[in-house]
């Protein structure tokens, strides 16, 4: 490297014969407050009402409130008048579904979080897109395999509004994508030893918050993907809040794609496109964070790291456009993170060839490809269920990690400082890690 550097349901159909499983339900008088797109009402003269359902592990449903009528503007305010007492006490899904007079659904959207008495949660607009993000949290608990503390915040920033709305013509297939996605994440995580996921996950409850209120008063798709956005930098500003480094971060992200990539191969081309580049573009969202600021670390010049950036704004660019690739979207990621990796690359011998012998250089490289094959063989072996497949990643990503952190003898022999050896050890590892995709 040195040389070159769920089943698809009706969420109606659900609400109408689905029983939750928990203890006795309690009077509960959390309250419920959003708005009905016009898009989702019935016509004009036509009576509009919503109704609340719980959803339990399963992905079964059972209401939790009377149906109440949307005033003209569409507005509604919903009291949870009956839901589990252990539920009330920890964080649960609320769907809010709304229904015409002949009880046709017509549109449906998700809240996550505490309901103890007294509490009043703004829920996202009910439309296309809240109503496919509903739909897939519904058909991702009903896989099988969604874990029992997995949340909702995670499945939006970790999978996105714009694929929820794409995979919703393949709901069974993108349910058990969205729950590879954040399997791949917490796996990664853990295996860093991060601990503190229960930390990260509560202070990003403040971050759903926001991002409900944001779209119920956004009119136009430049508003709407704006608060999107805003909520996927503080979902993972929570993560470093809680002490996860931009490292730690970088290599989740890379997990994350590494196991989408594996559980999406049964998606038409058009969705697989969607779901690709935006584990991708997270992906390189971060490793090229992470990538910058162990350049910085390493001594490199301002003029490397203004490369390095731009680099990395080439890199998001290409990868975003490979949502709209169809079939070749994943070789297009690919190539557009070995354009980076070259870019990465030539900074790195810059950095270091001042104080490395030729040959050292070259059997650090020989060693660092040796190192990314058995990754590669690790990750094409990659099968089975969304939680075997990322502790199976996570594993092989450590592995490397492992691995590369011994060759910094091969520097620190050399003359490099440990700092500088640990800063472009870091930095291969991650755009290897990431351009092996």
């Known amino acids: 490297m040195l040389t070159s550097f769920a089943r698809y349901l009706s969420i109606g159909a659900l609400v109408a014969g689905a029983a939750c499983s928990g203890t006795t339900p309690s009077n509960n008088q959390a309250a419920l407050t959003g708005r009905v797109d016009a898009a989702n009402q019935a016509p004009a003269g036509q009576t509009t009402t919503v109704t609340a359902s719980f959803v339990d592990g399963s992905g079964g449903l059972t209401a939790v409130s009377s149906p109440v009528q949307v ?39 998700v809240v996550e979080g505490k309901f103890t008495t007294g509490s009043t949660f703004k829920v996202a607009p009910i439309n296309a897109s809240s109503s496919a993000e509903a ?25 996105g ?3 929820a ?15 590879a996605a954040i399997a791949g994440w917490r796996s990664m995580l853990s295996a860093q030893s991060f601990t503190n996921l229960k930390a990260a996950l509560a202070a990003n409850a403040s971050a759903e918050a926001t991002l409900d209120a944001q779209l119920d008063v956004a009119t136009t798709a430049d508003q709407i993907q704006m608060a999107h956005d805003t909520y996927t930098k503080a979902f ?15 290599y989740a992200t890379t997990a994350t794609a590494d196991v989408v990539n594996a559980s999406a191969t049964s998606l038409s081309a058009s969705i697989q496109s969607q779901v690709l580049a935006r584990a991708a573009s997270l992906q390189a969202d971060r490793v090229t964070a992470s990538v910058e600021a162990n350049l910085t670390l390493a001594g490199a010049s301002a003029g490397s790291m203004q490369v390095a950036t731009a680099a990395g704004v080439t890199l998001k660019q290409s990868i975003a456009t490979s949502a709209q690739a169809g079939a070749s979207a994943k070789a297009q990621i690919k190539q557009a993170w070995m354009q980076y990796r070259t870019a990465i690359d030539t900074i790195a011998a810059a950095t270091i060839t001042p104080v490395l012998a030729t040959q050292v250089a070259t059997d650090l490289e020989a060693a660092l490809t040796v190192n990314l094959t058995a990754l590669g063989t690790a990750r094409a072996a990659l099968s089975g269920t969304a939680n075997v497949m990322a502790s199976a990643d996570s594993s092989a ?27 472009l050890i870091s930095v291969m590892t991650q755009v290897d890690a990431a351009a092996g995709n």
């Open 71 to 109: 005033d003209a503007s569409g507005r509604y305010n919903v009291q949870l008048t009956s839901l589990t007492a252990t539920t009330s006490a920890d964080t649960a899904q609320v769907i809010v579904t709304a229904h015409n007079a002949a009880n046709i659904e017509l549109g449906s959207a």
């Open 135 to 159: 739909k897939l949290l519904v058909n991702a608990k009903a896989s099988g395999q969604w874990g029992s503390d997995f949340t909702l915040g995670e499945l939006r920033a970790l999978v």
């Open 161 to 163: 509004a714009q694929t």
């Open 165 to 179: 709305i794409t995979a919703d013509a393949d709901a069974k297939a993108a349910a058990s994508v969205s729950v």
């Open 236 to 250: 993972i500003t929570a993560f470093v809040n809680a002490g996860a480094t931009v490292d730690q971060i970088g």
């Open 397 to 423: 990503i450590m592995a490397f990690i492992s691995s590369n952190l011994a060759l910094k003898t091969n520097l620190t022999a050399a003359g490099v400082s440990d700092v500088q050896a640990n800063a």
